[in-house]
């Protein structure tokens, strides 16, 4: 090893401990109670709780988005994307805030509908090019070629092995990230499992499976590798202010100015390369509120 890597060791080992220490006492949103005041912390790079009505906040939004005012985690409103058999375009919503950070964390509470099954992709975080917000959108099956990384936090069905809305998972796409060894050519997004730091195994005894029919606190963090040859990123999920899964040793990028810029809300699914399609309904929904992007760990809602 050389000595520029000898000396990250100690903070890479310092940057791990501290990750796996967070808690939500530790969060942003202990000093902002209902999060009020929360969306003004120097750490926030953007915040929705949807209590104007309405998706303005959002730079693009596709598909059928309805504000809903029927149970909401908190306030009045919170935004629905259902999904049916038939269409041809998923909700989403994409939110840039460039040129972005090197470490971000983002919470949003979220709610699937009782007859919930399965989805394709849901929630991501993504590193555009300062000079090219749509870089990193697209690329399904594509190596990075150091214009994008990304991240996204989704339910995992398991080819039926795991009830709906199946088990959490960190699907990422970054440098060093494994061929399909079925498809020559094709490198579709690694999987990553509860509980780290290596990627596991889908439907371990370590799983975590989100309730149906109830608000639940979804957190995920990108942390960027510091340096073009050192494998020091990393990535992390917690589930109502617990941490399920922390992996490490990940090298995103080699441009150091490819930070990560973009909130992708997504509810995609019933699409002709949806692997759940044999589980399909004719309906299902899925519920969003209290969404914060941040540098710093959120931490859930606190108060009554």
């Not at 960190?170 to 050519?185: A, E, I, N, T, V």
Request: net charge neutral; proline share 8%; glycine share 8%.
């Amino acid at each position: 090893m050389s000595s520029s890597r000898l000396h990250l060791l100690p903070l890479l080992l310092l940057a791990i401990a501290c990750t796996a220490a967070l808690s939500a006492a530790d969060g942003l949103a202990v000093k902002y109670p209902r999060d009020y005041g929360l969306a003004r912390d120097p750490a926030v790079l953007f915040a929705d709780d949807f209590e104007s009505g309405d998706m303005q906040k959002w730079d693009e939004r596709r598909g059928r988005i309805v504000m809903s005012d029927s149970a909401p985690h908190s306030g009045r409103w919170s935004v629905e994307m259902p999904m049916e058999r038939g269409q041809k375009q998923s909700p989403d919503a994409i939110k840039w805030f460039l040129p972005g950070a090197d470490t971000v964390y983002v919470r949003f509470y979220v709610k699937f509908s009782a007859d919930y099954r399965y989805s394709h992709h849901f929630v991501w975080l993504l590193a555009n090019q300062a000079k090219n917000k749509w870089s990193g959108f697209g690329k399904a099956g594509k190596q990075p070629d150091d214009t994008y990384y990304s991240t996204g936090m989704e339910p995992w069905f398991a080819w039926g092995k795991n009830p709906p809305p199946g088990e959490v998972n960190l699907y990422s796409y970054f440098l060093d990230m494994r061929p399909d060894s079925k498809m020559p050519g094709k490198y579709w997004g690694n999987a990553f499992f509860p509980p780290g730091p290596a990627a596991g195994e889908a439907a371990s005894a370590h799983r975590a499976v989100p309730a149906l029919d109830r608000w639940q606190c979804w957190e995920f963090m990108l942390s960027a590798n510091t340096a073009p040859d050192v494998a020091d990123g990393r990535q992390a999920m917690w589930l109502d202010g617990k941490l399920v899964g922390e992996f490490t040793g990940i090298r995103w990028r080699r441009d150091l100015d490819l930070k990560v810029n973009c909130l992708w809300l997504e509810h995609y699914g019933y699409d002709p390369g949806d692997p759940a399609k044999r589980f399909w309904g004719e309906r299902q929904s899925v519920w969003f509120d209290d969404v914060v992007v941040a540098t710093r760990y959120i931490g859930p809602m606190i108060g009554p």
